[in-house]
C-alpha cells in the first residue's frame, strides 16, 4: 500500500466528513474514521477499502467528553499527518430560543468539543513539527443573524480559535484550514429546499479541502459566491441590518 | 421538486426522499405510488411519480469484491463510473455498459440495459448474480435465476414496477488494458452498413452513427465503429508500462439552456456532415481510452441543455431480423422527409434475447434524439406506427410521449406484465409517471 500520511476525520459518519474520506483516500491516505459508535460504520469503512485500497480504521469519539480528548488521541497509535473536524449538530433556532439546555447542547458541538478536540491535536502536532488540521466551520459564524444565530455564534468561536490556532501554529510547521461552506446538500439540511446554485455538493467540499490542504490555503468558502455575499452580509450595517430578515 | 429524465421533458413536481436504509425505504413505501429513481439519465418519465419519487443515490455503498470471480456486491446507488474508478486498475471492466457512466447499478438493473456489444453478451441483466428487492409490505427478497427466479426475471427490465432494488451482485470481465482498438468504417448507405454488421459478429463491440439527413442513394450513410479491449502486448511501450493508465480529462459543461434555435435542421444537418467527413479521414485502426469509446458525451457534462428549456426526446425501437432493412429504410426515410435532424443517431445490432420484459430482440435498434416540437411530436407517431408495421418494439427507458394503445400493439407481454402487477400489492405501490401514462 502507500507510504502516504493519514487522515483522521472527526465526524466520520458526516456526510461531509465522509466525502473528505473519499477524496483522500482516493490520493492514497489512510483514513481514521472518529464517530460516535464507530462499530457502525463498517459498511462505510469496507466501502472505502474496495474503491480506494487504502487502510481504514474506526475509532469512538465524542466531542462533547472533552475529558476523554487525550486519550482518544493516545488510541489512535500513529499520530495522523492531516485531521479534519466535521463535527457539528445545525439544532432547532426557534426550539433553542425558548429551551436553554438544547441551546448549549449546540453551542457545545459547534464550538467547545472541536475547539477541544483540535486543541489537543494542535499540540501533538506542534509537538511533532508537522500537520494539517482542517476545521470545518460555516458562513453562519460570520455574521449572527436572527434565524440561526445560536448555531452561527458556536461557529463564530470556531472560527476565530481555528484563527488563532493558525497563527499559532504558523512558524511551528502545522498548517490550519478553516473551512466555511455555505449550503451544502447533506442529511443535516434535509428537507429544507435550498437554492441550487448555492447549494455545493459534499464531493466538492472534498475536493476543495484536499486542494487547500495541498496548496496551504488559510481560509476557504467552497463555493466562490459565498465569498461576496459573505462580504456584503458582513458590511451591511448595524442600524440597517438589524431590520433585515436575511 | 422538479424532477425530469435525462430529456428534460416532461417535467414533473414530486415528492422524493431520499433513504439510506433499509427501514426508510420500507417508510416510503407505505404511502404508495412508490418509484424508485437512480441517477436520472432514462430519458422520460420512467423514474418519476409525483407522490412519491424514492432517491436511491443514498444507497452508494460497495459491499464487498472477489478478485477470483470478477464478483461485485453493492448497493443499487452506485454509479457505474465509480465501479469502473475502482476496478479498472485491477483489471475489471463493467461487461456490458450504456453510452454513459452516469447511471446506478439499480438503473441498469431496472431497464436491463445494453452496450455495443450485445449480439454478443446480451444485457447487464445476463452478469447479475443476484439482487436484494424490497416488495410492496416492505420485506426483502433475495432473488437470483434459481431463489425467486421468477422476482428475478422480472425485475430486469422492469422499470422498477417489480421493486426497490436494494442490492446487487454482478460480474465484472477481466480486461488486460484500458484501451479500445477501434476500426472505423464508413459505409455509403443502410445496404452497407448492415453488410458491414453482418460480416462483423465476431467484433465484440460495434455501432454504427447514422447520418439521418442523408436521402437518396446516401440514406442511412454512416460510420460504422468495431472495438475490441486492447490486449496489453498490442500497446505501445508507453501505454505498455501502465496499461490501465489514461491522461485524465478536462470537463467541459453546458451550464444554462441553449436558446432553441441553437439546434435547428441546419446546425443539424452541418454536425452530421463535419462529423461523417472526420470520420472518413479517420478511417482504419486506432488505440482509443476506455473514456472516449465507451462515454464520448460524458465529457461534456449537461449537453442535455443544448436542446433548450423545452427538452428533446429520443425515439429508440428494435426490429426483427428479417424485417430490419425495410423498417429501417422507412424510418429513416421518415426522418429525412420530414427534415428533423437528429443530432445523435445511432444504429446497433442485437443478438438473441430471451427474458420477460428487457426491450432488445434479434435484429436492429435505431435511435434517434429531437428536440420537443409539434413537427417532432408527429414525426414520432409516424415513427411509431413504421415500427409497428415492421413487428418492432420500444424501449422504455427512452420513451416519454408513447400511448398505452402503441405498447400494447407492440408487446403482447404487456398482458403477463399486468398480471405479475396485480400480485403481491405490486401495482398498487409501485408506480411511475411513465406506468400511469402507459397504463402499465
Ligand atoms: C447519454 C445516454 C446514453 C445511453 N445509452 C444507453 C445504451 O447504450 N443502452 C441502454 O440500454 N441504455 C442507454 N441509456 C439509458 C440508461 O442506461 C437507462 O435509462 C438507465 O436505466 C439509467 O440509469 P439511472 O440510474 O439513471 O436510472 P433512472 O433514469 O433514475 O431510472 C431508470 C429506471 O430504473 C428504475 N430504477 C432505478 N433505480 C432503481 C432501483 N434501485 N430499484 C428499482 N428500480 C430502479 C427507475 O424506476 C426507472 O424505471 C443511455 C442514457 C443516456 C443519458
Ligand atoms: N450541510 C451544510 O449546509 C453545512 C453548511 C456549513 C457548515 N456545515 C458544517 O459541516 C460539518 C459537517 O456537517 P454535515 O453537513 O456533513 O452534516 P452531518 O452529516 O449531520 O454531520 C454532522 C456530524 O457531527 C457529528 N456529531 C455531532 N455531535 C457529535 C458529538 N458530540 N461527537 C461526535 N460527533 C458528533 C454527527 O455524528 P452522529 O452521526 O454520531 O450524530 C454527524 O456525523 C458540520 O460542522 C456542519 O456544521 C454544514
Known sequence: MSNKGSVLILGGRSDIGLAVAHQFAASGHPILLAARNSQSLEAEKKDIELRHGVNVSLHDFDALDTASHGAFVDGLGDLPEIAVCAVGVLGDQFENEQNTETAIEVMRANYEGPASIMGVLANRFEERGSGALVGISSVAGDRGRASNYIYGSAKA?????????????????????????????????????????????????????????????????????????????????????????? | MKLSGWGQFPRIDCHVTAPRTDAEVAAALTKGHAIARGNGRAYGDSAASAQNTVDMRGFNRMIAFDDATGQ?????????GDVINAFLPRGWFPPVTPGTKFVTIGGMIAADVHGKNHHKHGTFGAFVDWIDVM????????????????????????????GIILRAAFRLSKVESAWIKQTMIPAANLDAAMDVFEASGEATYSVAWIDCLSAGDALGRSLVMLGE???????????????????AKSKRSIPFNAPSFALNSLTVRAFNAAYFYNGQRKAGDSFVDWDSYFYPLDAILGWNRIYGRKGFMQFQCALPLDSSKKGLEALLRATSVAGQGS?????????????????????????????????????????????????????????????????????????????????????????SAQSERLKL
Open chain 2, 135 to 162: 416488495g410492496a409490505d416492505g420485506t426483502v427478497q433475495r432473488c437470483s435465476p434459481t431463489e425467486n427466479a421468477d422476482l428475478f426475471a422480472w425485475t430486469m427490465g422492469g422499470m422498477g414496477l417489480t
Open chain 1, 157 to 246: 468561536g470556531f472560527t476565530a480559535f481555528l484563527s488563532g490556532l493558525r497563527n499559532r501554529l504558523a512558524k511551528r510547521g502545522v498548517h490550519v484550514v478553516t473551512v466555511k461552506p455555505g449550503f451544502v446538500a447533506t442529511k443535516m439540511v434535509e428537507g429544507l429546499d435550498l437554492p441550487e446554485k448555492l447549494t455545493a455538493d459534499p464531493k466538492e467540499l472534498g475536493e476543495k479541502i484536499e486542494a487547500a490542504v495541498t496548496r496551504g490555503k488559510n481560509v476557504i468558502y467552497v463555493k466562490p459566491i459565498w465569498a461576496i455575499v459573505m462580504m456584503i452580509i458582513r458590511n451591511i450595517p448595524e442600524m440597517i441590518f438589524k431590520k433585515t430578515s436575511i
Open chain 2, 343 to 431: 443530432f445523435l443517431a445511432v444504429l446497433k445490432r442485437f443478438g438473441a434475447q430471451d427474458s420477460r420484459f428487457s426491450f432488445p430482440m434479434e435484429g436492429y435498434t435505431l435511435a434517434l434524439d429531437f428536440p420537443v416540437n409539434p413537427e417532432t411530436l408527429a414525426l414520432m407517431k409516424q415513427l411509431d406506427q413504421i415500427t409497428l408495421d415492421h413487428g418492432g418494439r420500444f424501449y422504455l427507458a427512452k420513451d416519454a410521449r408513447m400511448t398505452p394503445e402503441t405498447l400494447r400493439s407492440a408487446d403482447p407481454r404487456v398482458d403477463e406484465f399486468l398480471n405479475m402487477r396485480a400480485a403481491a400489492g405490486r401495482a398498487a405501490t409501485f408506480s
Open chain 2, 229 to 247: 479491449h486492447a490486449p496489453r502486448d498490442t500497446l505501445d511501450l508507453e501505454k505498455r508500462r501502465r496499461p490501465f493508465d489514461i491522461a
Open chain 2, 72 to 80: 461485485v456486491v453493492a448497493e443499487a446507488g452506485v454509479l457505474l
